[in-house]
């Protein structure tokens, strides 16, 4: 079966500390995107980063696909960071398989 | 840019009714798909389209029936929907295949009463 391993499962920091998320792979695949939702909130795509690494404001990841693995590193956290954040990667069969979530509570 | 819309944002409906879900996207993607997402639960497929007319199934589509009328529309049907179902459906739109960027729209949330 096809898995998306994501830790830690919760994350609890003190606003402006970094934060450092995982995401590990059951097979190589040549897509991977970041997620982030707030409860009852939409999904929004963070960042599509199928190799390398890739910034976009304080987020970077980093996606190394011969060791199947991407992070996503938060750098200066804010409290509106609080929230789950989802790694998903993409099979042959069109399916986005998606990791269980990193909840990460951002504290002042 | 582009969006993806979804209709309506909130559902409620009757144990055994068929129940229409609708989503536009306008980035011109060719791939469309739907999924669920359960409190607790991670995103499952239900079903996926790769071009106008085309339906293909993905491993929750038992209970739903999709339609893609054109490329830009994709809706889905809950042939009957079960009492005390409370979901958000999540439609979503890739430009290719495997190894293209996801978007998704803002989603429904079912609740069937």
């Known amino acids: 079966e096809q898995q998306v391993q994501q830790s830690p499962a919760s994350l609890v920091l003190q606003e402006a500390e970094n934060a450092e998320l995982q995401c590990s792979f059951s097979i190589f695949t040549n897509q991977v995107q970041w997620f982030y939702q707030r409860p009852g909130g939409r999904l929004v795509s963070l960042l599509y980063n199928p190799s390398g690494t890739k910034q976009s404001g304080r987020l970077t990841s980093t996606t190394v696909i011969k060791e199947r693995r991407s992070s996503l590193h938060i750098s200066s956290s804010q409290i509106t960071d609080s929230g789950t954040y989802l790694c998903a990667m993409g099979d042959s069969n069109y399916q986005l398989i998606w990791g269980s979530g990193t909840k990460l509570i951002i504290k002042p | 840019g582009g969006i993806i819309t979804q209709t309506p944002k909130f559902l409620i409906g009757q144990e055994g009714q068929k129940l229409t879900l609708k989503c536009q996207q306008n980035?011109?993607?060719?791939?469309m798909y739907w999924y669920r997402q359960d409190s607790g639960k991670g995103l499952r497929l239900i079903y996926y389209?790769?071009?106008?007319?085309?339906?293909q199934k993905g491993d929750l589509s038992e209970g739903y029936d999709a339609s893609r009328e054109k490329k830009s529309s994709f809706s889905l049907t809950v042939t009957s929907a079960q009492k005390n179902e409370m979901a958000v459906f999540l439609c979503?739109?890739?430009?290719?295949?495997?190894?293209?960027?996801?978007?998704f729209g803002k989603g429904t949330r079912l609740t069937v009463v």
């Open positions: 980035f011109n993607h060719d791939t």
């Open positions: 979503a739109s890739s430009r290719d295949r495997v190894g293209t960027e996801v978007f």
């Open positions: 389209s790769i071009t106008e007319n085309d339906l």
